[in-house]
């Protein structure tokens, strides 16, 4: 129905930027919610952000906000993450996920839809 497609992801300087994009295919991501979530080597799926359909809201989980940014270009069919302020700890697998409830934006487990991930390496 949708699938997404990460690029961007790289090695990168702790305090460095890097900019993730999630290309939607299939179906408008107009139609759902957009998270970004990230998994480190032998750690638990966790959330990052997540924005609404419209991009009025966004939701940040706490160690991140303020570095990070989500953003969504319907017309573009495209969802972003701004990672400014890297450190170390940011260094995971950052995967794009959609879905279509309203409710439960950083549970990893309501969302239906998820792309192959891209790696952020930080260097401390």
């Known amino acids: 129905q949708v699938q997404l497609a990460e690029s961007g992801g790289g090695l990168v300087q702790a305090g460095g930027s890097l900019r993730l994009s999630c290309a939607a295919s299939?179906?408008?991501?107009?139609?759902?919610?957009m998270g970004w979530f990230r998994q480190a080597p032998g750690k638990a799926r966790e959330f990052a952000a997540a924005?609404?359909?419209?991009?009025?809201?966004?939701y940040y989980r706490d160690s991140v906000k303020g570095r990070f940014t989500i953003s969504r270009d319907n017309a573009k069919n495209t969802v972003y993450l701004q990672l400014n302020s890297l450190k170390s700890e940011d260094t995971a697998v950052y995967y794009c996920?959609?879905?279509?409830?309203?409710?439960?934006?950083?549970?990893?487990?309501?969302?239906?839809?998820w792309g192959q991930g891209t790696q952020v390496t930080v260097s401390s």
């Open positions: 996920a959609a879905h279509n409830r309203p409710l439960g934006l950083g549970d990893v487990s309501q969302y239906d839809y």
């Open positions: 299939g179906r408008s991501i107009s139609s759902y919610v």
């Open positions: 924005i609404t359909r419209s991009g009025s809201n966004t």
